[in-house]
């Protein structure tokens, strides 16, 4: 590992499994200093304990994104177990709805996949850029999608959801990036997570095919090599980078 992320403290919500777990691993790898916030205490401690291992430095929070006391604590935790804080990665969100018709989602759905995946994203760097302003600048790294940015969604909730976390990141890039904090939207494709995998699921039973087929057959791609991308973006290396990434 090259270290290039050695000396910084890196916040990142959904941190316990997924891009979020794989980002935690490949930031401590690198060097960072992680929390972890998450609403999945044992796949948290879990991804903390395999850090730590490994000689790294993690702490696990749980949080509730969508609560704003939750993302003020969860900022402040982090800031004063390791402090300052550098960078937030906002990793934390939900796939519900995938396949219903417009006239047959139900609110209750499309609400709380606002509320996760925008509202959560909000308020996650409302609460960690204070921070990240007294240590100088840093960066904030946002997961958004293919869907709502440049395609379509299985999900109508999902893929408005993408679209809002990306209309964020563009609305606070030209107000954060003169204060020293470059803001990036990430947009993974099909990557080999619990939420593609279930989505992918859901495919094959509204099509009738065998699910470990679908499974088999989709072609998703390791999460580590959208971590990787993340590592770069949150390192000096990427003080020139500006606007969306998008990966495979």
């Known amino acids: 590992m090259t270290g290039r992320l050695a000396g910084k403290v890196a916040l990142i919500t959904g941190g316990a499994r997924g891009i979020g777990g794989a980002t935690a691993t490949r930031f401590a790898a690198e060097g960072a200093s992680v929390v972890i916030g998450d609403r999945l205490e044992a796949e948290g401690a879990a991804t903390v ?8 430095q993690a702490h696990a929070v749980r949080v509730d994104v969508t609560d704003e006391e939750d993302c003020r604590a969860l900022a402040a935790t982090a800031a004063e177990t390791f402090g300052r804080l550098d960078c937030v990665v906002t990793c934390a969100g939900i796939l519900q709805g995938a396949y219903a018709a417009l006239e047959d989602l139900d609110l209750e759905i499309f609400e709380r996949v606002q509320d996760v995946n925008v509202r959560g994203t909000f308020l996650a760097v409302k609460h960690a850029v204070p921070y990240i302003k007294r240590s100088g600048g840093g960066v904030v790294l946002c997961i958004s999608s293919g869907a ?21 990141v563009m609305t606070l890039q030209p107000r954060l990036d003169p204060q020293g904090i470059r803001v990036h939207a990430i947009c993974p494709g099909s990557i ?7 989505n992918v699921a859901d495919a094959a039973r509204a099509a009738g095919r065998a699910i470990p087929e679908a499974l088999a057959n989709a072609g998703l791609g390791d999460p580590d090599g959208v971590a990787r991308v993340l590592a ?7 003080a020139f980078v500006r606007g969306t990434i998008f990966t495979r």
Not at 149 to 168: E, F, P, R
Not at 192 to 198: H, Q, S
């Open 49 to 56: 304990e395999a850090i730590r291992a490994a000689g790294g």
């Open 148 to 168: 709502g940015v440049k395609g379509s969604s299985s999900s109508i909730a999902y893929g408005t959801s993408k679209a809002g976390v990306h209309g964020l």
């Open 192 to 198: 080999d997570t619990p939420l593609k995998r279930e």
């Open 232 to 238: 770069f973006l949150a390192s000096d290396d990427a």
